[in-house]
């Protein structure tokens, strides 16, 4: 069962933004950890996408940025391209839990 | 390039067991935790278990805990994932995961990922 909430799905026209909230709690998010997100294609693995709140890995487009504030993450992709319909995944470390905790996850579509 | 094969999956009876193994390659695998997080069909994702470079450290998610044991063999570049007492609720793609620990809090996050493994479990 996942600790961290997101919407189910956002969905947005080429070239409109689009936002994924991450929310936790006061053993996740708000302890202070860091919040990372995963993109999943269709029938492929995860691939980091963000690490460290808001740090883009090398290859990942600057269209996709990352934030975090209090108990919740965002995730947003300015200026949606059609390869960025997938599934995307917040990921955080909770210490009541003593682990790693992921996201409900959120299916974006491009119109 | 950094690669992670996973191999082992299968079909298995309730109760049966199964050992999962990753091979790794393109760096040094010595230097890095390694975790395996699963997907059952349709879901998201859950972290299942991890362990520390030298194997001195683990850590698992109350789900499997005391049914599964994670390993490692850095000799073979290995992480290895032993499940035993397989419930259908186990029925997932695994995937075995680099961990990159992050200098702000000390915590990972998972920078390369295999292309999972799909465990069955079914009467």
């Known amino acids: 069962q996942s600790v961290l909430t997101q919407p189910p799905s956002v969905s947005g026209a080429p070239g409109q933004r689009v936002t994924i909230s991450c929310t936790g709690s006061?053993?996740?998010?708000?302890?202070?950890?860091?919040v990372h997100w995963y993109q999943q294609l269709p029938g492929a693995a995860p691939k980091l996408l963000i690490h460290?709140?808001?740090n883009r890995p090398s290859g990942v487009p600057d269209r996709f940025s990352g934030s975090k504030s209090g108990t919740s993450a965002s995730l947003a992709i300015t200026g949606l391209h059609a390869e960025d319909e997938a599934d995307y995944f917040c990921?955080?470390?909770?210490?009541?839990?003593?682990?790693?905790?992921f996201g409900t996850g959120t299916k974006v579509t491009v119109l | 390039e950094v690669q992670l094969v996973e191999s082992g999956g299968g079909l298995v009876q309730p109760g049966g067991s199964l050992r999962l193994s990753c091979v790794a390659s393109?760096?040094?695998?010595?230097?890095?935790?390694m975790s395996w997080v699963r997907q059952a069909p349709g879901k998201g994702l859950e972290w299942v278990a991890n362990?520390?470079?030298?194997?001195?450290?683990?850590n698992y998610a109350d789900s499997v805990k005391g049914r599964f044991t994670i390993s490692r063999d850095n000799a073979k570049n290995s992480p290895f994932l032993q499940m035993n007492s397989l419930r259908v609720e186990d029925t997932a793609v695994y995937y075995c995961a680099r961990e990159t620990v992050a200098a702000t809090d000390g915590k990972s996050y998972f920078d390369y990922w295999g292309q999972g493994t799909l465990v069955t479990v079914s009467s």
């Open positions: 460290g709140n808001s």
């Open positions: 393109g760096f040094t695998f010595s230097s890095y935790w």
């Open positions: 006061s053993s996740n998010i708000g302890a202070g950890y860091d």
């Open positions: 990921h955080c470390y909770d210490f009541s839990l003593n682990g790693y905790v």
């Open positions: 362990i520390k470079e030298d194997g001195g450290e683990i």
